[in-house]
């Protein structure tokens, strides 16, 4: 029942504006405009495999951002309200408040001028930037106008590499659910995924490059002004998305989405697509994917009980034909971690006498997941719900090795409050990156009643993650922090 809406191919044969096979020369120089003044440079702008240059004096002077260049480093950086942009001689990579970007092209030296990747500064800054391949002319839009300052001045070294198109963009399509699918063939590396801060003038974009990919002769001739552009209504994830080929040599095809306020995503990549998904999920099956958005139920936390202890069951995730994820690296198991973790947990719980635990397993046994609804609802030889449910999991997202943290499932109203309190605890107690609360229709915490919430400890597909979910000595002490949690949520 998925419904796919194509995107808008136009097939406007008269508009070749931007073919993908090293149609810039690098000899070509262009011409630079700012809210469509002219802008004259003492150094000419320079087009680098695909990737306009522009003098670092550009930035300050005619942009009027300030600008502060440490010769030792080699490194400018350019500074906004709230964000700071650190360029280096020589190096692909920027840092946008401190988070890395891999950059099209490394900012060089050119007659003793630092030249920049002016659509990558202009972006994070939030300027508008057209590119017009007929004439040769950059255009960029101001947003508000902070006040100038002086240029630097400065020496070193830059480098270059052919172009090769390895995967070709057969189709962007967006399905009903608001998900953005990037059909592919031929051999596509990770995607490269950054996300720049809202701004005065912009949402908050996602922005997606594919290395060494091109897109099917159908898709580019489509473009207008070097990009399909699609505007939104009524979609929970975005506004509007577009696609261009960023870049020519190196070959790019990038993908923007403009984002609501606040929404999570998910970039993945199968063997035929490339998935940018907002269901805030990585391999867990969330039981209702068409529906994750929770019903607020209003039933308070936490939990009363006319009993004189609490009851907790604690289901340690997959177990026996089901290993869930997998570092085969390390050669380590899903279903290993969550065991040894609940079983350490239930010890610690333990302790308090106000606090009975009951285990969805205690062994290498796969409950199915109705099972484990089942046993939380009515507790064998107890005779009544539990009051406080808990899932526990580590997370995988294999094609970017890279992710990595914690984070914490609820899904019903009534569970936030413990969400938010479990999660606190596993933060401070390993230190991981806090990848927050979040909902999402997982089976154990939708069909549950009681308050519910499904861990995500860590990721098992990043190594340094996977070796801290491992280490004994952690995993003890989350089991005190977790369980001290619990007290305090309990008020035992
Ligand atoms: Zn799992």
Do not use: C
């Not at 907790?312 to 570092?327: M, R, Y």
Request: avoid cysteine.
């Amino acid at each position: 029942m998925k419904k796919i809406i194509s995107s808008l191919f136009i097939v406007a044969g008269l508009f070749v504006l931007l073919g993908y096979a090293g149609v810039v020369s690098a000899s070509t120089t262009p011409k630079l405009f700012m809210d469509g003044k002219q802008l004259v440079t003492d150094v000419d702008p320079i087009i680098k495999q695909g990737t306009t240059l522009v003098p670092l004096a550009v930035i300050s002077r005619d942009l009027g951002y300030e600008v502060k260049w440490d010769n030792k480093a080699q490194q400018a950086t350019v500074l906004d309200k709230e964000t700071s942009i650190k360029l280096t001689i020589g190096q692909k990579v920027g840092y946008v408040n401190d988070k890395s970007y891999e950059l099209s092209q490394a900012p060089s030296l050119v007659k003793n001028r630092t030249m920049v990747p002016i659509r990558f500064v202009s972006e994070v800054l939030g300027l508008k930037v057209e590119w017009k391949q007929k004439t040769f002319e950059v255009l960029l839009t101001s947003p508000v106008k902070p006040t100038p300052t002086p240029t630097p001045t400065l020496p070193p070294t830059p480098t270059p590499t052919p172009a090769v198109q390895e995967a070709t963009v057969t189709g962007v399509v967006l399905s009903e659910e608001g998900n953005l699918h990037i059909g592919y063939t031929g051999t596509l590396g990770d995607p490269k995924v950054m996300l720049l801060p809202a701004d005065a003038n912009n949402p908050a974009r996602l922005v997606v490059d594919l290395n060494n990919t091109g897109y099917t002769y159908e898709l580019a001739n489509s473009f207008i002004k070097g990009q399909t552009e699609v505007t939104l209504n009524g979609y929970a994830s975005m506004t509007g998305y577009r696609f261009s080929q960023f870049s020519s040599n190196p070959l790019v095809a990038r993908i923007v989405v403009l984002l609501n306020d606040g929404v999570n995503y998910q970039v993945s990549r199968s063997s035929s697509e490339v998935l940018i998904s907002f269901n805030g999920e990585v391999h867990e099956q969330p039981s209702d994917p068409s529906g994750t958005s929770p019903t607020p139920t209003p039933t308070p936390t936490p939990p009363a009980t006319g009993d004189s202890v609490y009851h907790i069951v604690l289901d340690a995730g997959h177990g026996g034909k089901d290993p869930g994820a997998s570092n085969e690296s390390l050669g380590l198991m899903e279903k290993t971690f969550t065991l040894s973790l609940t079983l350490k947990l239930k010890q610690q719980l333990e302790q308090n006498s106000k606090v009975k635990v009951h285990l969805t397993r205690s062994d290498d046994t796969y409950p199915e997941l109705s099972e484990r609804v089942a046993f939380a609802q009515n507790i064998p030889g107890v005779g009544k719900k539990a009051d406080v449910f808990i899932s526990i999991h580590a997370n995988s997202f294999k094609t970017n090795p890279a992710v990595n943290g914690t984070e914490t499932y609820y899904y019903k109203e009534n569970s936030k409050q413990l969400a938010q309190t479990v999660h606190s605890a596993m933060i401070s107690s390993l230190g991981l990156a806090d990848r927050k609360v979040k909902t999402a229709g997982f089976k154990v915490i939708k069909e549950t009643t009681m308050p519910a919430v499904l861990l995500e400890v860590g990721f098992l597909s990043n190594t340094s993650d996977a070796k801290v979910l491992f280490d004994e000595e952690k995993q003890n002490k989350l089991a005190k922090d977790l369980a001290a949690s619990l007290f305090q949520y309990l008020n035992v």
